[in-house]
Antibody, heavy 120, light 110 residues
Framework: EVQLVESGGVVVQPGGSLRLSCAASGFTFDDYAMHWVRQAPGKGLEWVSLISWDGGSTYYADSVKGRFTISRDNSKNSLYLQMNSLRAEDTALYYC?????????????WGQGTLVTVSS | QSALTQPPSASGSPGQSVTISCTGTSSDVGGYNYVSWYQQHPGKAPKLMIYEVSKRPSGVPDRFSGSKSGNTASLTVSGLQAEDEADYYCSSYAGSNNLIFGTGTKVTVL
């Protein structure tokens, strides 16, 4: 059974930093590209970032480019999102999701998310 | 890039059909056959209902169908059931390794 467990979400002040983690199990983690998607409270879904299966390629939404860094450790079946210079508009539930086929850009498995709140 | 445009709400009686539109541009919806649809119940993670415009994942009822014409994709739910009441989001590949989601549609079963 595929399981994705996000963690690391807390309340942080504007301008602060945070590192989210996603522990994956039930599938061959290093076979799949991984994404982060977020959802602000009461709002819609927003794609955040993508990392290739080997970590060699990373991509970001314009809204987070230069502030967030996606990474992975295939030996630990884990995905990360380093979030710097946080803003109020980064407040959201952050989900990780594997991409079932390279370049398919759809997600058939989601975690339950971890909540990041940026507030003073 | 701006979010894809969906109607805020849609509704139908049990057994009826409802169709949700998802309008983008030639740089996203119109340019690629990588449109997906997700169902999200309150407090739950999204669930994939349609991918690559019209393909249904295993386990999704055939009451759910997807299509695309030009820059607009559509999700049709036939034979509406109470459990179909949820928020629905479309998404589309937008080139340059970017993905965009729709604004979301709340479906109400009357």
């Amino acid at each position: 059974e595929v399981q994705l467990v996000e963690s690391g979400g807390v309340v942080v002040q504007p301008g602060g930093s945070l590192r989210l983690s996603c522990a994956a199990s039930g599938f061959t983690f290093d076979d799949y590209a991984m994404h982060w998607v977020r959802q602000a409270p009461g709002k819609g879904l927003e794609w955040v970032s993508l990392i290739s299966w080997d970590g060699g390629s990373t991509y970001y939404a314009d809204s987070v480019k230069g502030r967030f860094t996606i990474s992975r450790d295939n030996s630990k079946n884990s995905l990360y999102l380093q979030m710097n210079s946080l803003r109020a508009e980064d407040t959201a539930l952050y989900y990780c999701a594997p991409e079932p086929e390279s370049g398919s850009y759809h997600f058939d498995y989601w975690g339950q998310g971890t909540l990041v709140t940026v507030s003073s | 890039q701006s979010a894809l445009t969906q109607p805020p709400s849609a509704s139908g009686s049990p057994g009826q059909s409802v169709t949700i539109s998802c309008t983008g541009t030639s740089s996203d919806v119109g340019g690629y056959n990588y449109v997906s649809w997700y169902q999200q119940h309150p407090g739950k993670a999204p669930k994939l209902m349609i991918y690559e415009v019209s393909k249904r994942p295993s386990g999704v009822p055939d009451r759910f169908s997807g299509s695309k014409s030009g820059n607009t994709a559509s999700l049709t739910v036939s034979g509406l059931q109470a459990e179909d009441e949820a928020d629905y989001y479309c998404s589309s590949y937008a080139g340059s390794n970017n993905l965009i989601f729709g604004t979301g549609t709340k479906v109400t079963v009357l």
